[in-house]
């Protein structure tokens, strides 16, 4: 049985009180329910303080560049598709400089659940706004205030047909675990896009701003029903619907390959006799 | 014809189908025993242009290309005006008699009888090269069949019918024929050209995964793998652009599948950040980089040897690397085999550097031994497993054990920041200092494996030319034709540029009466990366940069 002790507990670099904690603790929460083995668990992450989050616990990790953590998910899953690959990164990673990524990673719908830790700023570099930015906010980099529109992570995921759209906030913390845990069990691109304050760069979206606005959708929310789930996903501002948004049953990509039928890539030997027929097709 | 050996071009607009008529002559030479080097000369569009698809072709061993046409197959009147100058003496002309063309080496074709249908025109032309040039008719027929057979069994009667009257008609004019020596050797060749060996090679030796995005001239070797991805259990993937292409690659060879990218400099140069960090968390990778003319997006179908310095110094820090470069079909399989077999060895980006030319040069083939070749193990043949396992372990050899994920209870961990021992990112200094002598240190590994460039003719000659992938051919036979003049001529060929041993051939460069590097670049960089490593400098260059191939006429033209 694997127990939350599996997963270890380590040292973080990050600010005290940041929302970066109680995400760590959800993914474990998730993974230890979900009873999966720390090996059998690839997390794949970019740069920024979010993508140091798989370092503090047990598992496989690539920590490659900003912005190419599903590129990088989406060869590994396609190598070994019996691996449970999670990419965790901030908003900068995966919406700014992993941008067309994030597109293309939908529209193939492989099965990789991509949380996002979604503090609207840059906290890494030290306070620069990021795609999520609200309007108007200030910063060393914007110091009219931003300008440039609000990108909306989980329009473009519903408007895009992604398998399966959440979002969350790290003061409810039995919430982000149930989130993550249903992205993990959902078969196909699961993104999760989780709302946590940044105590150090981020002084207007606190953790009382989020408090205060975000509200859990009701239990007769379908999210099979796109219209409807399209109208949540423009709901922004005073009130902030979180939960599961938007899903479908469009098969995995992985399964579309006839040659991953037949197990994972790796350790396969090459097929000599076979090799020389299509070598024979050159004559 | 110039001891025995025909230069056939091909010339044409893109869309009427100049390059089937090619390869299928091509063929058809293959299989009767005849070495061919097909150029590929093509613009960058769909329809429309002037492209040319050239065939040299010899009863004996032929390695390079030439520029004198002896026969030049003309599908619109715009190829007579811009090859006539072109024609060898004595070269032939075949051109549609309405083209009017008013010159006696021309062969007038009433190619509207012969092909009774504007469809079978192709075909026509594919019968009169194969009558003047001796070859039987029953071939042709059966290139027709697997070409069309199955596609459009409806029109192969007309087809044949067409051939039929094509060899009639210029069997009747034997004045014309420009008969080819008999090929003794008998056939039991594969034709391939250099990107469908670099598949090839990369099959044998055990990729499962490949990623691109389309670009030319390396989108062949994609196109390759996946017409046989089922049959040999391959993955595939056109990424959304080249940066996704090489972390995918990366993260499919991290968890245990070998894999590789084909791209072009302007690809290569999105792919670099990438190339780094498979150097920093020492994941296998092999890189083909097939080289056009640059800068940016250059002359995008031609053929260039500019990008050396390029690949030689891309990403960013300090990680060793080898780079191959083919100067035949045969080494573009041999050496990408080559270079997966030492990127799961020492863990790390190896290229294979190649070039629009050799991409597409069709050769005759002795088939590889693909029974009796190894395949790389991604996991297999590291350092002993001791728990708890540290993916980036120090090591003598700077080779840490290398484990898959997700196969043993182990976790493997590896970072793009420097990191610990087991793969955890760091800011201690003095770890940082031992991971960077531990990555240098499978250099030193590297460079003892590294294949030393050949050598051909006499020590001490008066004359040593200089030179490194696909011009191979061209200066071989370069060197022999300035030999047949009384010159004392050899030839010093690098096939792999990265890492140079000096002691492997400087004394090669003192002993020469004069050294000149041939180079298809402006600006010499072979000569460059020599002086460099020893000290050596080449003052005499041979250089191309018009996009074209490099030719044996063309070095002779150029050496006094």
């Known amino acids: 049985m694997v127990t939350i002790e599996d997963y270890g507990t380590y040292e973080t670099a990050w600010c005290p009180g940041c929302g970066n904690f109680s995400l760590l603790a959800g993914v474990k929460e998730a993974l230890v329910e979900k009873g999966l083995e720390p090996h059998r668990v690839l997390f794949v992450s970019g740069i920024g303080q979010a993508a140091k989050a798989p370092h503090y616990l047990n598992a496989n990790v690539f920590d490659g560049l900003h912005g190419r953590s599903l590129p990088v998910a989406t060869g590994a899953k396609l190598a070994n598709p019996e691996l449970t690959v999670i990419v965790e990164s901030g908003d900068g990673c995966n919406y700014g400089e992993g941008g067309n990524h994030l597109i293309a990673a939908i529209r193939r719908n492989i099965d990789i659940t991509v949380i996002v830790h979604d503090n609207q700023v840059y906290g890494l570099t030290k306070g620069q706004a990021s795609p999520t930015s609200q309007e108007g906010f200030t910063t060393k980099a914007q110091p009219g205030g931003v300008v440039l529109e609000r990108f909306n992570p989980i329009a473009v995921a519903v408007a ?124 | ?144 069949d697997e070409f069309f057979g199955v596609k459009h069994p409806e029109m192969m009667e007309g087809n044949k019918a067409a051939l039929a009257r094509s060899f009639e008609w210029t069997g009747a004019r034997p004045e014309k024929l420009r008969k080819l020596p008999f090929a003794e050797g008998g056939g039991g060749k594969v034709m391939l050209n250099g990107n469908e060996a670099i598949a090839l090679g990369a099959v044998s030796a055990g990729v499962r995964f490949c990623a691109f995005y389309p670009m030319t001239p390396a989108t062949s070797i994609p196109l390759t793998l996946i017409g046989m991805a089922e049959r040999m259990g391959l993955v595939v993937e056109q990424a959304e652009d080249e940066i996704a292409a090489v972390n995918m ?81 045969d080494e573009c399989f041999h050496l990408t085999s080559k270079a997966f077999d030492l990127a799961e060895r020492y863990q790390g980006p190896m290229f294979v550097l190649t070039d629009q030319f050799l991409a597409d040069s069709y050769r005759a083939v002795q088939p590889f031994d693909v029974g009796g070749l190894d395949q790389v193990r991604p996991g297999a043949g590291s350092a002993p497993i001791e728990a708890p396992y540290r993916r980036h372990a120090i090591t003598e050899s700077g080779i840490s054990p290398r484990l898959i994920p997700g196969a043993y209870e182990h976790l493997v961990v590896t970072d793009s920041d420097e990191h610990t021992e087991d793969g955890h990112l760091t800011e201690d200094l003095e770890v940082r200092t031992r991971q960077v002598e531990k990555r240098l240190a499978k250099g030193i590994g590297i460079t003892g494996e590294m294949l030393q460039p050949e050598h051909g003719g006499p020590d001490a000659p008066e004359l040593l030319l200089v030179s490194w992938g696909s011009t191979l051919g061209s200066v071989r036979e370069a060197a022999s034709l300035l030999r047949a003049g009384g010159r004392e001529v050899s030839t010093l060929h690098f096939r792999q540029v990265w890492p140079l041993v000096p002691d492997q051939f400087l004394g090669r460069l003192t002993g020469a009466g004069r050294v000149v590097c ?21 003052e005499e260059r041979v250089n191309r940069y018009d996009g074209l191939p490099i030719t044996p006429e063309y070095i002779v033209k150029r050496i006094s």
Not at chain 1, 238 to 253: K, L, S
Not at chain 2, 55 to 75: G, H, M, S, T, W
Not at chain 2, 89 to 99: K, N, Q, R, W
Not at chain 2, 110 to 123: I, M, S, Y
């Open chain 1, 160 to 283: 895009m047909h992604a398998g399966f759209v959440a979002r969350s906030f790290t003061g409810y913390k039995e919430h982000l675990s149930e989130m993550i845990r249903r992205g993990i069990e959902h078969r196909g691109l699961a993104l999760i896009d989780v709302l946590q304050p940044c105590v150090s760069f981020n002084h207007l979206n606190n953790f009382a701003w989020y408090k205060k606005r975000c509200y859990e959708l009701p239990r007769d929310h379908d999210p099979a029903d796109w219209e409807e789930a399209m109208k949540t996903a423009m709901e922004w501002g005073e009130r902030i619907p979180i939960g599961v948004i938007y899903t479908n049953d469009r098969p995995p990509f992985e399964d579309r390959f006839p040659v991953l039928a037949g197990g994972p890539l790796v350790g396969r030997d090459v097929d000599r006799a076979e090799l020389a027929n299509v070598l024979e097709t050159y004559r």
């Open chain 2, 1 to 144: 014809m110039k001891k025995g050996t025909c230069n056939i071009v091909i010339g044409g607009e893109a869309g009427q189908g100049l390059v089937t008529v090619g390869q299928m002559i091509s063929k058809i030479l293959v299989r009767s025993g005849y070495h061919i080097v097909v150029t590929q000369s093509y613009q960058s569009r769909i329809r429309g242009g002037h492209n040319t698809f050239a065939v040299r072709v010899a009863p004996r061993f032929l390695e390079a290309p030439a520029e004198a046409i002896d026969i030049l197959v003309a599908l619109n009147g715009e190829t007579v005006e811009l090859h006539r100058k072109g024609l060898a003496p004595g070269g032939l002309i075949v051109a549609d008699e309405a083209f009017g063309v008013a010159d006696d080496a021309c062969l007038k074709v009433p190619f509207e009888t012969l092909a009774g249908d504007e469809r079978f025109v192709n075909t026509a032309a594919l019968g009169i090269l194969c009558a003047l040039l001796g070859l039987e008719r029953e071939p042709a027929g059966k290139m027709l």
């Open chain 2, 249 to 329: 690659a990366i993260g499919a060879s991290f968890a245990g599948a070998p894999a590789m990218v084909a791209t072009s400099g302007g690809g290569f140069a999105l792919m670099v950040e990438g190339v780094s960090l498979a150097g920093m968390t020492e994941t296998p990778l092999v890189m083909v980089v097939a080289q056009r003319p640059g800068p940016a997006t250059g002359l995008p179908t031609r053929t260039e040897q500019a990008d050396l310095e390029f690949v030689l110094h891309a990403g960013h820090g300090e990680f060793p690397r080898a780079v191959f470069a083919p100067g035949t079909v």
């Open chain 2, 518 to 538: 041939v180079e298809g670049n402006a600006t010499g960089q072979l000569a460059s990366l020599i002086r460099r490593e020893t000290g050596f400098l080449i």
